[in-house]
């Protein structure tokens, strides 16, 4: 299956509505950003969709979420990786890590967890490397700690100043290319 068919296969198994408070629910299906409290916003469906497909998670992966919100991402992720993959997403909102946390857990995602990440840690040095990192946060430029963070053969997609890259390792070699379209997040710092 190619992997717009998988990330596809995965947005309908793991339903946004689940990861909105109650009284946004309704508006699950609306393809725009929703404010989840604390300044945070669970994206609209196309970007999750969009960054899903760039990054490309395989199953087996080793999976870093930044900025993980609601835990939407997070369990997309761990639907894509399987049950032989792991997902760390990390979320600076303590009230909303818990949250997202509690519900991949009653979810029954043992693959996943969201942890609160620290103020001045970006991602989760000394867990990886990982083969996978996604930021669901805008960045001024593309974060060296993240690449340091990636696997051999490893993907991170970012947003920096409106636009979606995607970085690949190979060795000691970065290369970083462009996606189409502008794009708009909360900032990553």
Do not use: C, K
């Not at 609306?30 to 497909?53: C, W, Y």
């Not at 997609?157 to 060795?171: C, N, T």
């Amino acid at each position: 299956m190619s992997v717009r068919g998988r990330v596809a296969e995965a947005m309908t198994s793991v339903t946004r509505a689940d990861f909105l408070p109650a009284d946004l629910r309704e508006h699950a299906a609306e393809d725009v950003p929703l404010r989840i409290g604390h300044g945070a916003t669970n994206s609209q469906p196309s970007t999750v969709a969009a960054m899903l497909e760039l990054l490309d998670p395989r199953p087996g992966d080793r999976v870093l979420d930044v900025g993980a919100g609601s835990g939407w991402t997070t369990a997309l992720l761990a639907h894509l990786v399987g049950a032989g993959g792991q997902v760390l997403g990390v979320e600076l909102v303590p009230e909303l890590a818990t949250a997202a946390a509690d519900l991949l857990a009653r979810r029954g995602v043992g693959t996943a967890t969201v942890e609160t990440a620290r103020v001045d840690v970006l991602g989760a040095p000394g867990r990886g490397p990982f083969d996978r990192i996604l930021v669901s946060a805008m960045a001024r430029a593309v974060p060296d700690e993240l690449v340091d963070q990636l696997a051999d053969g490893g993907r991170l997609v970012v947003p920096v100043q409106g636009r979606m890259l995607v970085v690949d390792r190979s060795g000691q070699h970065v290369t970083t290319t462009t996606a189409p379209g502008y794009y708009r997040f909360v900032p990553l710092r």
